[in-house]
């Protein structure tokens, strides 16, 4: 059974930067798209971004463009995926979870102070 673990979140000032990790595990064999979304309490969850299973297709919520990207980890390109957040707002604070194959992590909190 595959899991998804998310990490990395935490508070930070408005204009600051976060790097968030997902890390897939148990059963995994070989890459997948994998997907970024977040939610905010009484909100639906929303995209933020995707990245094909070869790292070399992502898209990103016109929201975080400019802002976000989205990456495998180089040393970990399998089972590792990562979000890099820069110029924060305070709009971005949400609970941020990783999703792949109908799978979803238990998600990490990111606060935005202004």
């Known amino acids: 059974q595959v899991q998804l673990v998310e990490s990395g979140g935490g508070l930070v000032r408005v204009g600051g930067s976060l790097t968030l990790s997902c890390v897939a595990s148990g059963g995994t064999s070989g890459r997948f798209g994998m997907n970024w979304f977040r939610q905010t309490p009484g909100k639906r969850r929303e995209f933020v971004a995707s990245i094909n299973s070869d790292g070399g297709s992502t898209l990103l919520a016109d929201s975080v463009k400019g802002r976000f990207t989205i990456s495998r980890d180089s040393a970990n390109a399998d089972n590792t995926v990562v979000l890099h957040m820069s110029n924060l707002k305070p709009e971005d604070t949400a609970v941020y979870y990783c999703?792949?194959?109908?799978?979803w992590g238990q998600g990490t909190q990111v606060t935005v102070s202004s």
């Open positions: 999703n792949t194959s109908g799978l």
